[in-house]
Nanobody, 115 residues
Framework: QVQLVESGGGLMQPGGSLRLSCAAS????????MGWYRQAPGKQRELVAITSGGSTNYGDSVKGRFSISRDNAKNTVNLQMNSLKPEDTAVYYC??????????WGPGTQVTVSS
């Protein structure tokens, strides 16, 4: 199994920044993609950002504001979120995809953007 633990969520004013981190442990061999998804109340879970083999993909609503980075040596993936908006409020989930074990999810971390 792959265990994922997120950290860094919290409350931030509009226009502010937050940095989320996710640490992977367990059967990490074979992980080829890691990323972040989010789910707001009453909405479906949506892609925020994902990185795989050096390439990255972002959801349209966060392009130019969020940046994903992966540290393979530390088995972590980070999400730098700038210019936060109230509509970024959601539970953010770390995601890892492994050739051996498929998709794993973290428990999620709450991000609230409000004045």
């Amino acid at each position: 199994q792959v265990q994922l633990v997120e950290s860094g969520g919290g409350l931030m004013q509009p226009g502010g920044s937050l940095r989320l981190s996710c640490a992977a442990s367990g059967s990490i061999f074979g992980i080829y993609a890691m990323g972040w998804y989010r789910q707001a109340p009453g909405k479906q879970r949506e892609l925020v950002a994902i990185t795989s083999g050096g390439s990255t993909n972002y959801g349209d609503s966060v392009k130019g504001r969020f940046s994903i980075s992966r540290d393979n040596a530390k088995n972590t993936v980070n999400l730098q979120m700038n210019s936060l908006k109230p509509e970024d409020t959601a539970v953010y989930y770390c995601n890892a995809v492994s050739t051996r074990l498929g998709t794993s999810w973290g428990p999620g971390t709450q991000v609230t953007v409000s004045s």
